[in-house]
């Protein structure tokens, strides 16, 4: 039988969900194979976040499920804006994007932490120069 997986703190899952039994509920996972494992060939993954700071959760449940279902915030919209997907709305719930499996990510590649110092000392070299606060070299 096909079990609903929930990973995350178990005390925030309903008692009456824990215990149903199409339910699994993994909890917390810290080690990365388990989650993964449990990610890889999924049929959904399923995020209702409301706010994500990054979405690490959502990248891996693209990267490794087989279909994605995304709460319509803007870090989703973000790692999504280069896939084919579906919006739908949900009654009482909100917007939700839908993503289907086997699509190839084009990622940027992200910049070195040489180019964002280096950056951070241009514009701070810029703002000091416009306000006078250090003179040219």
Request: proline content about 4%.
């Amino acid at each position: 039988m096909n079990k609903f997986k929930i990973v995350g703190d178990e005390k925030l899952i309903p008692k009456k969900v824990r215990n149903d039994r199409v339910v699994e509920a993994i909890g917390s996972v810290l080690n990365r194979d388990v989650l993964y494992n449990a990610l890889r060939g999924a049929k959904y993954y399923i995020s209702a976040s409301q706010i994500e700071n990054s979405s690490n959760a959502a990248l891996e449940g693209l990267l490794l499920s087989q279909n994605t279902v995304l709460s319509d915030i803007p870090s989703h919209r973000e790692i999504c804006r280069t896939l084919s997907v579906k919006k739908i709305k949900v009654p009482g719930e909100g917007a939700f994007i839908v993503v289907k499996g086997g699509q190839k990510m084009r990622v940027k590649r992200p910049p070195s932490w040489n180019d964002v110092l280096s950056e951070m000392v241009n514009i701070a070299e810029e703002y000091a120069l416009a306000t006078n606060s250090i003179s040219p070299n």
